[in-house]
Structure formats: C-alpha cells, structure tokens
C-alpha cells in the first residue's frame, strides 16, 4: 500500500487543521491505518490510529479529546480531525498502515507502511 499525507499547514495556537491520507491499493479496507509525528530534534511519537472498518480508535495521552482520526474506506482515505492545537503539536506527520494483527495500542512503535509526511506548524 502506497500513502500521501496532505492539508498541513500553518496554524494559530488554539486553531484545527484536518489533515487526509490517499492510500492506493485494493486491500485498503484491510488495513489497520495510523498517524505519527516527528517533531525537530525529537524522536518519532505515535498520535492515533484506527481499525480496518473504522469502529475503533486509539489515540496518545497527549491526544485524546483534541484531535479526532476517522477514515473512508469508500475513498481510500484516511484523515486526522484536529482541535485545539498547541505549538507543541508542531512536526512533521506521518500516515501510517499495517495488516490488522493486533491490538490497536500494539502499533505505538510503528507500523510496516509509511507515506511522506506533512508539515504541521503550531504557531503561539
């Protein structure tokens, strides 16, 4: 499976951003899709993700109530609804996917597939 992340931007504190994951492949629906991001000088850090049929999600503590991941598997896309952001929610962001296999809080390390990131930057 082949991602591109995109809608990043520059943002307000405060402000939302929605950020959309293309994902090519016929098996799309099948797959357990996530969001990482890596901040300047930081180590990779696990945000969300989301079962292959959309019905459970699983988010980091620095997340939950914030931000929002949902998914149609009708358009092959995966997306990351988020709110209220914070300068320290600037990075680079990552879509992610792997075969369903696990737990969703199991992939908190990393998943098998990558796309190319999309800025993010927080302003205060």
């Known amino acids: 499976v082949q991602l591109q992340a995109s809608g990043g931007g520059l943002v307000q504190a405060g402000g939302s951003l929605r950020l959309s994951c293309a994902a090519s492949?016929?098996?799309?629906?099948?797959?357990?899709l996530g969001w990482f991001r890596q901040a300047p000088g930081k180590e990779r850090e696990f945000v969300a993700d989301i079962s292959w049929d959309g019905g459970s999600a699983y988010y980091s503590e620095s997340t939950t109530g914030r931000f929002t991941i949902f998914r149609d598997n009708a358009k092959n896309t995966v997306y990351l609804q988020m709110n209220s952001l914070k300068p320290e929610d600037t990075g680079v962001y990552y879509c992610?996917?792997?075969?369903?296999?696990?737990?969703?809080?199991?992939?908190?390390?990393?998943?098998?597939?990558w796309g190319k990131g999309t800025q993010v930057t927080v302003s205060s």
């Open positions: 992610t996917a792997d075969r369903p296999l696990r737990d969703l809080r199991d992939y908190t390390n990393g998943m098998e597939y």
């Open positions: 492949g016929r098996r799309f629906s099948r797959y357990t």
